[in-house]
């Protein structure tokens, strides 16, 4: 059985590199993932980061798939971003009840579940 330090080292990089990944990050599952989801989860421009304390990351299960990303232009605010090669599309981060009712995840209905063929067409082919 793996350590700790070897599944940590064994993880995907991701597509984003992680000098751009800031607090608050998810935290989780550090396994690559088996297979390529159906969806993934995509930030909208609706996005405001919860000023600073986002509701999706909290609920993300993959270690540094969601991440803060600042924005320069106006700090201290920024934004939620996903990495397409981590996500594992579990819809977590967008849970809602009937009717549209807040349960989970982003409250301001700024995360989409877009099919893979059409992130692919943006970010190239994912192997996985």
Known sequence: MATESEAVRSA???MVPAELKHEP????????RKKKPKELAVITEC???????PACVEYCPVEDCMFWVPDEDHPPFGRIQVD??????????????????????????AIVMVDIAEVEKVVGAMTF
């Open 12 to 14: 995907p990089a991701g």
């Open 25 to 32: 990050k998810s935290k989780g599952i550090t396994t690559p």
């Open 47 to 53: 996005c405001t980061g919860c000023a600073g304390s």
């Open 84 to 109: 397409p090669i981590l996500c594992i599309g579990c819809k977590k981060c967008t849970s809602k009840g009937p009717d549209g009712a807040f349960l989970d995840g982003c409250p301001w209905d």
